[in-house]
């Protein structure tokens, strides 16, 4: 076996175990009938998972299935609609558990694969590159969700809510979407902003997070300009679309403007700005910090509660 298959091999060794097929039950006028299917994985020593909230929305029941084929049940223990995130808890004896990466160290080029149940096929295993860190996208509910990684890795309905998985066998994102017409092009939430919803999900059962209506892209700022205005780091999130009847489009931003730091932190990563508008303290007006052409620009900006 060449190198490459073998470190595939290994990886999926250690990381299968904790991946689950998720069945969806609602009731209807004969009872509880099949409403779908979808994937997961355990992260943590009591059986909590994650998955997407569009797979277990409003599920009367569910079961899972772990590659063994031992079944258990399963409950919702919280879910974000706007991020598509779920976290449910597994009653299973004996599981794995996934060990949780960081996605703020990934590089465009590098090599990830998905896990997952892709048209009722258990447990299958797609390779690919990483193509685009630190997007915005919109949900099935409307909503932005930030710090979204793009990939080349094929993905199928079923694939939904299973794994992104760095050579390391680390979790570095969660598999939400295909992108319909799209070859090669296939979305999933970066893991450490799924760890910061769980977080409040495992808490209070429910997502606080302030809202902006900005579409970003991290992008790199160039040496020059690093060294001209004194900042910190390599990057900044590029402004790609300003959302309608949103505190930005009430500001003075314009898209384009390249944000390096809100309420007077830098941020390269959206995961720092989406870590900020998790705190209810952030609902005053703040100041914004842009590169527009050859000028650093201080603007104010007042976030709202999303739910608004």
């Given at each position: 076996?060449?190198?490459?298959?073998?470190?595939?091999?290994?990886?999926?060794?250690?990381?299968?175990?904790?991946?689950?097929?998720?069945?969806?039950?609602?009731?209807?006028?004969?009872?509880?009938?099949?409403?779908?299917?979808?994937?997961?994985?355990?992260?943590?020593?009591?059986?909590?998972?994650?998955?997407?909230?569009?797979?277990?929305?409003?599920?009367?029941?569910?079961?899972?299935?772990?590659?063994?084929?031992?079944?258990?049940?399963?409950?919702?223990?919280?879910?974000?609609?706007?991020?598509?995130?779920?976290?449910?808890?597994?009653?299973?004896?004996?599981?794995?558990?996934s060990k949780l990466g960081s996605s703020e160290e990934l590089r465009i080029g590098q090599y990830v694969m998905a896990l997952g149940n892709p048209l009722g096929y258990q447990h299958s295993?797609?390779?690919?590159?990483?193509?685009?860190?630190?997007?915005?996208?919109?949900?099935?509910?409307?909503?932005?969700?930030?710090?979204?990684?793009?990939?080349?890795?094929?993905?199928?309905?079923?694939?939904?809510?299973?794994?992104?998985?760095?050579?390391?066998?680390?979790?570095?994102?969660?598999?939400?979407?295909?992108?319909?017409?799209?070859?090669?092009?296939?979305?999933?939430?970066?893991?450490?902003?799924?760890?910061?919803?769980?977080?409040?999900?495992?808490?209070?059962?429910?997502?606080?997070?302030?809202?902006?209506?900005?579409?970003?892209?991290?992008?790199?700022?160039?040496?020059?300009?690093?060294?001209?205005?004194?900042?910190?780091?390599?990057?900044?999130?590029?402004?790609?679309?300003?959302?309608?009847?949103?505190?930005?489009?009430?500001?003075?931003?314009?898209?384009?403007?390249?944000?390096?730091?809100?309420?007077?932190?830098?941020?390269?990563?959206?995961?720092?700005?989406f870590r900020q508008l998790g705190d209810r303290k952030i609902l005053k007006m703040v100041d914004i910090e842009v590169l527009r052409y050859n000028k650093k620009l201080l603007l104010p900006?007042?976030?709202?509660?999303?739910?608004?």
């Amino acid at each position: 076996m060449d190198i490459i298959s073998e470190l595939i091999v290994k990886t999926v060794d250690r990381i299968k175990d904790a991946v689950v097929k998720i069945d969806v039950f609602k009731k209807s006028n004969k009872g509880l009938k099949p409403a779908g299917s979808g994937s997961g994985f355990i992260f943590s020593s009591d059986g909590m998972a994650f998955t997407n909230s569009h797979v277990v929305h409003k599920a009367d029941k569910l079961n899972v299935t772990l590659l063994n084929g031992a079944a258990a049940a399963a409950e919702l223990v919280g879910e974000d609609p706007d991020n598509d995130l779920a976290v449910i808890k597994v009653f299973a004896n004996e599981h794995s558990v996934s060990k949780l990466g960081s996605s703020e160290e990934l590089r465009i080029g590098q090599y990830v694969m998905a896990l997952g149940n892709p048209l009722g096929y258990q447990h299958s295993v797609t390779t690919g590159v990483v193509s685009g860190l630190g997007r915005t996208i919109r949900s099935q509910s409307g909503k932005l969700i930030d710090n979204v990684i793009q990939s080349d890795v094929m993905l199928n309905p079923g694939n939904s809510g299973g794994p992104l998985v760095s050579m390391e066998a680390e979790v570095i994102g969660i598999n939400t979407a295909m992108i319909r017409g799209g070859q090669g092009l296939s979305l999933s939430i970066a893991i450490d902003t799924a760890k910061e919803i769980a977080s409040q999900l495992i808490r209070t059962g429910k997502v606080f997070k302030a809202y902006l209506g900005l579409m970003l892209q991290e992008v790199a700022i160039p040496i020059k300009s690093l060294r001209h205005f004194a900042l910190t780091g390599k990057k900044g999130l590029f402004i790609t679309k300003i959302e309608k009847e949103s505190p930005a489009s009430w500001s003075q931003l314009q898209e384009g403007d390249v944000i390096v730091s809100f309420n007077d932190k830098r941020v390269e990563h959206i995961h720092g700005l989406f870590r900020q508008l998790g705190d209810r303290k952030i609902l005053k007006m703040v100041d914004i910090e842009v590169l527009r052409y050859n000028k650093k620009l201080l603007l104010p900006i007042t976030p709202v509660n999303r739910a608004a």
